[in-house]
């Protein structure tokens, strides 16, 4: 019992320290579970009709779209089905700019201009990942928050378990009537609610702080016997000067390459190399709205040999147990690995998550405030 006590001040204290940190996080990741969906609503722009001619090469994209953003750097550029428009991905950290420029492949027609950092659903993630503070503060407030949410989940549970196991089925369901008051309908949906999310809460938590720590993703990577390195690297180029005997540039070729090797893919997304030195990543998506199971290919930018990574992003087909759990970190994260069942169970996780430091609030204020009697 005293044990239980002090478990019982624990759980309070920290759920009165990140209850607002928790709060916004579940509350914003609930609002992220169905972004693409959203977003696909109106994204009519992606779609064109599709022609048996030419369409632009990986260079005449980026020369293209550098007219708009002359001073900015090109992240990579996606090339979808035949009948999907170009998308030309800008990304600087310092200032932060992100952007896509979406562009027709038949008559590289400008379609369509968007700011990745504005609108809902940006405003939503910068909430989700650092509370809208500056990146540094926010991320780190964050990351301690959801550790100490762990704890808290842990601790409720042990506190949760009855005296007696005869008393277990009041603990598993609510039997409310008309005389049933407020403070106890209150304990009911924080101790029975919090019961039944907390395991999914807490796998919502960790695959979080997997994204959150390096020094967390290697240590779950190692405890299922990972034996790559879990940072994504992109490899040098085994050559150092190009070939001249062509009259293409080696990525353009390269594209062509992929589409033959890969009839099946949905897209490829293909990232120039920033100096001589480094080779040219390319990211080939096999399954819409799912990560994992890309296939994350690396080329030497002068011959387009292929590079092996020794880090446990290759080929999906030559990954482990291990690399595979990782690699499924976000979909997990996101709820995506169920298909739609997933999402609708990550949304309503993250939903009743976000009552729980409500009703903890209002138990602690109703214990502490108590009306005094006439």
Same mark, same amino acid.
């Given at each position: 019992?005293?044990?239980?006590?002090?478990?019982?001040?624990?759980?309070?204290?920290?759920?009165?320290?990140?209850?607002?940190?928790?709060?916004?996080?579940?509350?914003?990741?609930?609002?992220?579970?169905?972004?693409?969906?959203?977003?696909?609503?109106?994204?009519?722009?992606?779609?064109?009709?599709?022609?048996?001619?030419?369409?632009?090469?990986?260079?005449?994209?980026?020369?293209?779209?550098?007219?708009?953003?002359?001073?900015?750097?090109?992240?990579?550029?996606?090339?979808?089905?035949?009948?999907?428009?170009?998308?030309?991905?800008?990304?600087?950290?310092?200032?932060?700019?992100?952007?896509?420029?979406?562009?027709?492949?038949?008559?590289?027609?400008?379609?369509?201009?968007?700011?990745?950092?504005?609108?809902?659903?940006?405003?939503?993630?910068?909430?989700?990942?650092?509370?809208?503070?500056?990146?540094?503060?926010?991320?780190?407030?964050?990351?301690?928050?959801?550790?100490?949410?762990?704890?808290?989940?842990?601790?409720?549970?042990?506190?949760?378990?009855?005296?007696?196991?005869?008393?277990?089925?009041?603990?598993?369901?609510?039997?409310?009537?008309?005389?049933?008051?407020?403070?106890?309908?209150?304990?009911?949906?924080?101790?029975?609610?919090?019961?039944?999310?907390?395991?999914?809460?807490?796998?919502?938590?960790?695959?979080?702080?997997?994204?959150?720590?390096?020094?967390?993703?290697?240590?779950?990577?190692? =405890?299922? /016997?990972?034996?790559?390195?879990?940072? !994504? $690297?992109?490899?040098?180029?085994? @050559?150092? +000067?190009?070939? *001249? &005997?062509?009259?293409?540039?080696?990525?353009?070729?390269?594209?062509?390459?992929?589409?033959?090797?890969?009839?099946?893919?949905?897209?490829?997304?293909?990232?120039?190399?920033?100096?001589?030195?480094?080779?040219?990543?390319?990211?080939?998506?096999? =399954?819409? /709205?799912?990560?994992?199971?890309?296939? !994350? $290919?690396?080329?030497?930018?002068? @011959?387009? +040999?292929?590079? *092996? &990574?020794?880090?446990?992003?290759?080929?999906?087909?030559?990954?482990?147990?291990?690399?595979?759990?990782?690699?499924?970190?976000?979909?997990?994260?996101?709820?995506?690995?169920?298909?739609?069942?997933?999402?609708?169970?990550?949304?309503?996780?993250?939903?009743?998550?976000?009552?729980?430091?409500?009703?903890?609030?209002?138990?602690?204020?109703?214990?502490?405030?108590?009306?005094?009697?006439?």
């Amino acid at each position: 019992m005293r044990l239980k006590k002090i478990i019982f001040q624990v759980h309070k204290i920290l759920g009165l320290a990140t209850g607002v940190v928790v709060f916004i996080v579940a509350i914003t990741g609930c609002c992220w579970t169905f972004k693409d969906e959203i977003e696909s609503l109106y994204s009519d722009y992606k779609t064109i009709e599709a022609q048996d001619t030419t369409i632009l090469t990986p260079t005449e994209a980026k020369v293209l779209a550098k007219e708009i953003f002359p001073n900015k750097t090109v992240h990579g550029t996606i090339f979808g089905k035949s009948d999907e428009v170009i998308e030309v991905i800008f990304y600087d950290i310092e200032p932060e700019f992100y952007q896509s420029i979406f562009i027709n492949p038949y008559s590289r027609e400008i379609i369509h201009i968007k700011d990745h950092l504005s609108g809902f659903f940006a405003f939503v993630l910068k909430g989700h990942v650092r509370l809208w503070l500056p990146r540094a503060i926010g991320e780190e407030i964050v990351g301690v928050s959801i550790l100490l949410f762990i704890i808290i989940l842990i601790s409720g549970f042990i506190i949760w378990l009855p005296k007696k196991s005869k008393n277990l089925k009041q603990r598993l369901k609510f039997s409310w009537k008309k005389t049933t008051r407020w403070k106890r309908k209150n304990f009911d949906l924080h101790s029975i609610l919090g019961f039944y999310v907390c395991s999914l809460a807490l796998i919502l938590a960790l695959t979080g702080l997997v994204m959150s720590y390096d020094w967390f993703q290697k240590t779950v990577y190692l =405890s299922f /016997g990972g034996d790559k390195n879990p940072t !994504f $690297l992109i490899p040098k180029n085994e @050559t150092q +000067k190009a070939l *001249t &005997s062509t009259s293409t540039f080696p990525i353009d070729r390269l594209l062509i390459k992929l589409k033959d090797e890969n009839p099946n893919a949905k897209s490829f997304e293909i990232h120039y190399p920033y100096s001589k030195s480094d080779c040219i990543y390319v990211e080939v998506t096999n =399954s819409n /709205g799912l990560y994992y199971d890309s296939d !994350f $290919l690396f080329f030497d930018q002068n @011959t387009l +040999k292929e590079i *092996t &990574s020794n880090t446990i992003y290759g080929r999906y087909e030559n990954t482990k147990i291990a690399d595979k759990i990782l690699r499924m970190n976000y979909d997990i994260h996101i709820g995506a690995i169920g298909g739609i069942t997933g999402k609708i169970i990550a949304f309503l996780v993250s939903l009743l998550t976000a009552s729980l430091p409500l009703t903890g609030v209002l138990l602690w204020y109703g214990r502490n405030y108590k009306k005094k009697k006439p």
